[in-house]
Every structure is written in structure tokens, then in C-alpha cells.
């Protein structure tokens, strides 16, 4: 079991700055690729950033350039810089973990993924 504590969300204005992070506890931490994934209201989960258990990132097209993932497994904690932020970025953001797959790898799709946080409330205003 990995349980997934995520902190760091608020309301900020648009152009401004967040880092959320994320806290893993349980099983070794090292092991898991990680993500972040976004839910607005009235629509699906999306996929934002992963980052393999190599240290390999990969970005959805909507934040590359602006959001920057990024984990320290001395500390079991996976990060997630987001500059330039939009109204567009509100929405509930989640950490997740998925252990399968090759030392590169991560997922795209919300299936994949064992064990989620909590979720994180993001507000960007207009």
C-alpha cells in the first residue's frame, strides 16, 4: 500500500505561481512512477505531468512550458511547479502512482494508476 497526501493548492490570480506537493508513505516510493492529474467540475479527469521512476518527465500540451514536475525520493515527495497559471488550470489536482511498466515509463491514463491522493483544490482568477 502507498497512501498519497497532497498540499500546497489555494486561489491565486492569473499570471501568478503554486507548488503543490505531494507526500507518499507505505511501500518504497522509488518504485512507483508518479503522476498529476486534474478533475474541473462537469469534466473528466485529465492527465497533467508524470515522471518516471528514472527521473524521465513528460507533460500534457497544456502545461508544457509552465508546469514542471519533479520528485525527491530521499524525501518520498513528488512536486508540481506551475508558473503562468490560467483560469483554465482550476480544478482539483491529484497525485497517483502506478508501479508497472518499465524503469522509463509512466502512463498517461488515470487507469493505470494504484493508488491515489486525496486532491488538492487549484483556483487561478481571472
Known amino acids: 500500500q502507498v497512501q498519497l497526501v497532497e498540499s500546497g493548492g489555494g486561489l491565486v490570480q492569473a499570471g501568478g505561481s503554486l507548488r503543490l506537493s505531494c507526500a507518499a508513505s507505505g511501500r518504497t516510493f522509488s518504485s512507483y512512477a508518479m503522476g498529476w492529474f486534474r478533475q474541473a467540475p462537469g469534466k473528466e479527469r485529465e492527465y497533467v505531468a508524470a515522471?518516471?521512476?528514472?527521473?524521465?518527465?513528460y507533460y500534457a500540451d497544456s502545461v508544457k512550458g509552465r508546469f514542471t514536475i519533479s520528485r525527491d525520493n530521499a524525501k518520498n515527495t513528488v512536486y508540481l511547479q506551475m508558473n503562468s497559471l490560467k483560469p483554465e488550470d482550476t480544478a482539483v489536482y491529484y497525485c497517483?502512482?502506478?508501479?508497472?511498466?518499465?524503469?522509463?515509463?509512466?502512463?498517461?491514463?488515470?487507469?493505470?494508476?494504484?493508488?491515489w491522493g486525496q486532491g488538492t483544490q487549484v483556483t487561478v482568477s481571472s
Open positions: 515522471a518516471s521512476r528514472s527521473g524521465n518527465t
Open positions: 497517483a502512482a502506478h508501479g508497472s511498466g518499465s524503469y522509463h515509463y509512466v502512463s498517461r491514463g488515470p487507469s493505470d494508476y494504484d493508488y
